[in-house]
């Protein structure tokens, strides 16, 4: 019986969609090159790598820095959020900074806070998902992960024996599957599609 829920952040329960799009574009002036063909190129990277907007960019130029402001959350998260926290116990398991969720204001929803920047591992490293397991004292088995990434989320809690959701949001959504240890056990396209779910 699942008892915990946990959440990735970016592109998740947070919309980076406007902060992503101003790296691309900031790169693309860096590297003189236009910006439409340098979104096309990245579109289909996207195709089999989730991790686009971090690739390794031609003669050794290197991306413009992450805008400092933090993006807005989904518009459904906190309704979503709130529904779920009266039926299961929260928590996040992110490559982010160790306040991010109070900064944002959702911090109140979870239980359990691992962040890699708070527990030293960086996602896919399992040891970021049995840390976030550990502190909650719940089974894999009792746990579904919530997330953007196969790579980064969905594959490396189905290694452990946890349920998982993908939401298809973001450059993370735009792979498919690459084999089964990839698979979702369910897959969604909004926050407020998980509701039908659980």
């Known amino acids: 019986m699942i008892e915990w829920l946990f959440f990735d952040l970016g592109s998740t329960l947070l919309d980076e969609t406007n902060r992503v799009n101003e790296r691309i574009d900031a790169t693309a002036k860096l590297l003189q090159t236009d910006v439409v063909m340098f979104r096309r190129q990245?579109?289909?990277?996207?195709?089999?790598?989730?991790?686009?907007?971090?690739?390794?960019?031609?003669?050794?130029?290197?991306?413009?820095?992450?805008?400092?402001?933090?993006?807005?959350?989904?518009p459904d998260a906190i309704p979503v959020l709130t529904e779920l926290s009266t039926r299961y116990c929260l928590g996040v398991?992110?490559?982010?900074?160790?306040?991010?969720?109070?900064?944002?204001?959702?911090?109140?929803?979870?239980?359990?806070?691992?962040?890699?920047?708070?527990?030293?591992?960086?996602?896919?490293?399992?040891?970021?998902?049995?840390?976030?397991?550990?502190?909650?004292?719940?089974a894999p088995e009792n746990a579904l992960m919530i997330g953007d990434r196969l790579d980064n989320d969905i594959y490396p809690a189905k290694k452990l024996g946890m349920k998982t959701i993908w939401i298809r949001q973001g450059f993370g959504g735009v792979p498919?599957?690459?084999?089964?240890?990839?698979?979702?056990?369910?897959t969604v396209n909004t926050l407020s599609d998980i509701l039908e779910i659980l």
């Open 42 to 74: 990245l579109n289909q990277e996207a195709k089999t790598n989730p991790y686009v907007i971090h690739i390794e960019l031609p003669n050794g130029a290197i991306w413009s820095p992450w805008p400092e402001w933090l993006y807005p959350l989904y």
């Open 93 to 138: 398991i992110a490559n982010h900074g160790k306040d991010t969720a109070e900064v944002l204001g959702i911090g109140r929803f979870f239980n359990v806070y691992a962040a890699s920047e708070a527990v030293g591992f960086r996602k896919p490293d399992l040891r970021i998902f049995e840390t976030a397991l550990a502190q909650a004292n719940c």
């Open 176 to 186: 498919e599957p690459p084999s089964m240890e990839y698979e979702p056990d369910y």
